[in-house]
Every structure is written in C-alpha cells, then in structure tokens.
C-alpha cells in the first residue's frame, strides 16, 4: 500500500494550495481517508476526513470553513483545499487511510509520507 501525498510548499497567510493524496494498492472506496498535520515541537493532530462514499466530511475547530477534503473514487485521490492560510498552519500533513475512521491518530491502518507546508506571515 502507498499514500503520495503531493501539493505542499511555501504561501504567503491568506493564500491556498491544495493537497493530494493518490492511494494504490488498496481498495479505495472501502477506505475513510483523511489529512493530519504535525507541526514542529507538537504532536500529530486530526484535519480533515472523509467516509468511504464521500457524503460525510469532518473538520478540526481549527480548520473548519476554511479547508475542504474531497475525494475521488475513480482516480483513488484523497484533496484537501485549503483557503485563507495562517501561520500556524505550518506543519508535515499526512495523508491517512482506516477501514473505520480515521480522525484518531492512534490505529490508522496506513499513512502517507507527508507533505510540508509553510505559511509565512
């Protein structure tokens, strides 16, 4: 099983970019998939998910109305859109893929490499 996350780099606060995800060797749409982020100095944290099917998405306080995750079932990606950037967005995001849920760190079934991304204020 491989996660690539891509779409990570440097924005200046206020800007977006948008991260993907490709999943292979697993059965995609039997997965719920999600974004977490690590910042330097703390520990991992949940961003984003999405159920297997798409209809049913869920946000950290700190990101919601300002991120979307999406996915696409027939390209076996995983986005997450993220609007009006701040500093304190500045972490690794890890892609994650569960065949429950995956808004708790602890017993993901796989990860991703992770991606940096770096808001400058």
């Known amino acids: 099983v491989q996660l690539q996350a891509s779409g990570g780099g440097l924005v200046q606060a206020g800007g977006s970019l948008r991260l993907s995800c490709a999943a292979s060797?697993?059965?995609?749409?039997?997965?719920?998939m999600g974004w977490h982020r690590q910042a330097p100095g703390k520990e991992r944290e949940f961003v984003a998910a999405i159920t297997k099917s798409g209809p049913m998405t869920y946000y950290a306080d700190s990101v919601k109305g300002r991120f979307t995750i999406s996915r696409d079932n027939a390209r076996n990606t995983v986005y997450l859109q993220m609007n009006s950037l701040k500093p304190e967005d500045t972490a690794v995001y890890y892609c994650a893929a569960d065949h429950l849920t995956v808004i708790a760190s602890k017993g993901i079934d796989y990860w991703g490499q992770g991606t940096l991304v770096t808001v400058s204020s």
């Open positions: 060797g697993l059965a995609f749409s039997r997965y719920a």
